[in-house]
């Protein structure tokens, strides 16, 4: 059993004739160690089935797979989707291991319930393709995901942060999220122009249901589409002219920012809904 390193992913890469494509954040990990810290990250035990998005050549991949757990990969690329079974075999005979050739923002269903998520997502869809799973997905319990710096500064923000804003009230309907680590731009191939942080997540336990949700979503994009604004105007399209006094009865100041609130907050709002 061995681990991805720079050679052979450059062997891959031109076995495939792959040119790594932009549009789909294709930069691929060629540090086996860097892996095995990412999936350090969670608690993996016999009973748990992880998922990986974006597996790409397979480097975080072989770390996920040492550990033993079984493990659904979902890649966009139909070339690497491919290859991916042909490489876990060369180096983890008999690995438990099922590709899924798909794009995981529309993923809906799985054939097995996974449990943790372990992935270097890509960039430029890994806040919608977090939420989906969160959303689809129950069965998640915990994760760690490689993004953005700025992407992981904003998911694990706190109000009255700079960095707070949608994707931090909406991730937190879910789950509790923190920081877990900056990633160098040189483990990379192709080294990106933008650098990289872990993001750690535990799921907590229900807020509501859907269509509660619903309503405290809108709530929330109500809030930061008109940022500046105090809540009392900024959630006047979802709330209408009885804005103000529906926030205080909800036992919150109508003249603060979306920024300043909790989740707790645009839940006690949505509740008088
Ligand atoms: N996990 C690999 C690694 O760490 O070396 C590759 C990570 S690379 C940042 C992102 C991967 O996600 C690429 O393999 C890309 O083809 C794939 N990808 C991009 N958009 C996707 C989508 N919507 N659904 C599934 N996979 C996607």
């Known amino acids: 059993m061995s681990l ?14 792959l040119n790594p494509s932009k549009g789909l954040g294709q930069n691929f990990v060629i540090d086996g160690n860097v892996c095995q810290r990412i ?4 608690q993996i035990t016999s009973e748990d089935v ?18 033993g757990t079984p493990l659904i990969a979902i890649e966009i690329d139909d070339r690497l989707a491919k290859q991916l079974p042909i490489t876990v075999e060369a180096h983890n005979p008999g690995a438990d291991l099922i590709v899924i050739n798909k794009d995981a923002l529309v993923i ?24 989906n799973l969160l959303e689809r997905f129950p069965s998640l319990r915990e994760g760690v995901v490689m993004v953005q710096a700025e992407v992981a500064d904003r998911l694990a923000a706190k109000p009255g942060n700079k960095d707070y804003g949608v994707p931090s009230l909406k991730s937190a309907w879910w ?29 907590h336990s229900p807020l509501g249901d859907e269509d509660f949700r619903h309503k405290v979503f809108a709530l929330i994009d109500a809030a930061f589409s008109q940022r500046r604004k105090m809540i009392r105007s900024a959630m006047s399209s979802v709330l209408g002219e009885n804005s103000e006094s529906i926030i205080k009865n909800a036992g919150i100041d109508p003249t603060l920012r ?10 006690a709002i949505a509740k008088q809904i």
């Not at 991805?4 to 004739?17: H, S």
């Not at 999936?39 to 969670?42: A, D, F």
């Not at 080294?191 to 799921?203: A, M």
């Open 4 to 17: 991805l390193g720079a050679t052979e992913i450059r062997e891959l890469a031109a076995k495939l004739e």
């Open 39 to 42: 999936v350090r990250q969670v």
């Open 50 to 67: 992880a998922l990986e998005i974006g597996p790409g050549l397979g480097s975080l991949t072989l770390a996920i797979l040492e550990t």
């Open 108 to 131: 809906s269903e799985l054939p097995r319930n996974p449990t943790v998520l372990v992935a270097n997502l890509p960039y430029n869809v890994s806040v919608p393709v977090l939420l």
């Open 175 to 203: 789950a509790d999220l923190e920081l877990a680590g900056n990633i160098a731009r040189s483990i990379f191939w192709p080294v990106p122009n933008v650098d990289s942080k872990l993001v750690y997540f535990k799921r």
């Open 258 to 267: 979306g920024e300043a609130l909790d989740i707790s907050a645009y839940i």
